[in-house]
């Protein structure tokens, strides 16, 4: 089956600061999502990715298919972008979404 | 617009004892999607309902087994419980599978003691 692995496991940012977070995934896949679980543990779909580059004000995310990556950028962060960042994928014919074990954000004001 | 909601929030049970967990998709949804979230860790897809079957099925025992009904809301049932499923248990829900505009619940919070 698919593997999605995450890094970094854990980043704390001053606020202002920029990151990108990793995602790496195994087989092939068609679909890549970005979520963002707030510390009350609702998970925010963040994008839809699967290949090329999208932008959402100071998020973007960009997927490379062939190379089985996925980075997401968080510009002039903010202390409400807190939480957990999982990536998510699933196998090619498949309805199994496979979450990485996430990145733990925590912004410092 | 309702988004996908879950009852209840909280829940304390005894090992062995059976529990069963609700979700109302998104309005326009017809597929429901479980997951297990153990503290720290990242969901852990339980199984996927569409059209009242099971479409697919994670690694996990018979006894999580779950139903579909007409209105498209779904159930989890656990049973015979462990202290080890104690864990958030998420519901998403989509159209068709699909995974864009995949939303998910607030989350049944399960304390197995």
């Known amino acids: 089956g698919i593997q999605v692995e995450q890094s970094p496991p854990d980043l704390i940012l001053q606020e202002g600061a920029n990151s990108t977070l990793r995602c790496n995934f195994s087989d092939s896949v068609n679909n890549l999502q970005w979520f963002h679980q707030n510390p009350w543990g609702q998970l925010i779909n963040l994008f839809y990715?699967?290949?090329g580059t999208k932008q959402n004000g100071r998020l973007s995310a960009t997927t490379v298919a062939t190379e089985r990556y996925s980075l997401l950028y968080i510009s002039s962060s903010q202390t409400t972008d807190s939480g957990v960042y999982f990536c998510a994928a699933i196998n090619t014919g498949g309805f199994k979404t496979i979450f990485g074990a996430g990145t733990r954000l925590f912004v410092k004001a | 617009d309702a988004g996908v909601t879950q009852s209840p929030t909280h829940l304390i049970k005894t090992r062995g004892q059976q529990v069963t967990l609700r979700c109302s998709p998104k309005?326009?949804?017809?597929?429901v999607s479980w997951y297990q979230q153990a503290l720290g860790q990242g969901p852990q897809f339980i199984f996927q309902?569409?059209?009242?079957?099971?479409?697919q099925r994670g690694n996990f025992p018979d006894r999580f087994s779950g139903h579909q009904f007409p209105n498209y809301s779904s159930e989890l049932n656990v049973n015979a419980l462990l202290l080890g499923d104690s864990a958030l248990y998420l519901c998403?829900?989509?159209?068709?599978?699909?995974?864009?505009?995949?939303?998910f619940g607030s989350g049944t919070r399960l304390t197995v003691v």
């Open positions: 998403a829900s989509s159209f068709e599978g699909l995974v864009v505009g995949y939303t």
């Open positions: 309005s326009g949804h017809d597929t």
């Open positions: 990715i699967p290949s």
């Open positions: 309902y569409y059209e009242e079957e099971e479409r």
